[in-house]
């Protein structure tokens, strides 16, 4: 194994050097490429609170009036649909519409 034997490492970049270079060239184009065509987004993903933060305030916002959560929820999968947002925003707005209608449905067999 070339990569436990340091002169062997240092001969296989010394050989694979042209191929290591053109192969960051081409990342960097396509970070550029990507920076272009979306620009003031990062790629860093966010933390675990920036995903429950949401569900947390739609549970509350259905325990308050729940035809608001389904809206805040519909809202969600909108906005997810129409800015072609990750994965997180429609399960954050399903979750969200879902605990709304849930709440909504308590609330019918409260009344009969």
């Known amino acids: 194994m070339s990569y436990k034997d340091p002169q062997m ?17 081409e990342l960097r184009q ?8 979306h620009p003031g987004v990062s790629r860093t993903a966010g933390s675990t609170a920036n995903f429950l933060l949401p569900l947390a305030a739609g ?14 929820g519909a809202l969600t999968l909108l906005v997810a649909n129409v800015y072609k947002k990750d ?3 429609w399960i954050a707005g399903i979750l969200i519409l879902a ?14």
């Open 59 to 72: 549970g509350v916002l259905a325990t308050y009036d729940p035809k608001l959560a389904m809206g805040a």
């Open 87 to 89: 994965w997180r925003w």
């Open 30 to 37: 396509i970070e550029a490429a990507w920076n272009e065509a």
């Open 99 to 112: 605990v709304g209608i849930f709440f909504q449905w308590i609330k019918q067999g409260e009344k009969k």
């Open 9 to 25: 490492k240092v001969e296989w970049e010394w050989q694979h050097r042209s191929q290591r270079l053109a192969r960051r060239r």
